[in-house]
């Protein structure tokens, strides 16, 4: 991920998408920021875009940000949610759908370096995970006489990097 993440920020109030921009930026690990200013918008984005991240606000008209990450949770990679939301009372919700972290507004430097890192480890186990399977080759010695023994090691083999 040498270009950074690829970030879109559902909020729906302008001022506070902007101020989340502008902090997202002084990271390096930051790549491409989008905006959504709903649920409807935040779901067109994702489906063109693809986004690594998402910072996503819980209370919006229409459709909230917790049903929207339901539906998130019916893709095969969906994007890691990081809720940013006014209302402590959420968080509980927010967890029980593999939310990496729960910010509450106003947001400041030091919290979001901390939901920055939570990111990177969650993106960096998911990497990890889905790795390709590798051809795994071995010498076997049977009787005197050596020979290859070959094969894949990965998720699927049962054998995992302890192993190898």
Not at 13 to 25: D, F, G, K, N, T
């Amino acid at each position: 991920m040498s270009e950074g993440w690829n970030i879109l920020v559902v909020d729906d109030e302008p001022p506070i998408r902007a101020e989340l921009r502008y902090l997202l930026e002084k990271d390096t690990r930051v790549g491409q920021i989008a905006e959504a200013g709903n649920v409807t918008e935040a779901v067109e984005s994702i489906l063109s875009n693809k986004p690594d991240v998402l910072f996503l606000d819980i209370t919006m008209p229409g459709r909230s940000g917790i049903e929207l990450a339901e539906t998130l949770q019916n893709l095969k990679t969906p994007p890691v949610v990081v809720f940013v939301t006014a209302f402590a009372e959420f968080a509980a919700d927010a967890y029980n759908l593999d939310a990496v972290d729960y910010v509450v507004k106003p947001v400041e430097d030091a919290r979001l370096s901390k939901a920055l890192d939570k990111i990177e480890a969650a993106l960096g186990a998911r990497r990890v995970i889905h790795a390709p399977r590798q051809p795994l080759r071995l010498t076997v010695d049977r009787g005197g006489k050596k020979g290859l023994f070959g094969g894949f090691c990965g998720r699927d083999s049962g054998i995992g990097p302890a192993q190898r």
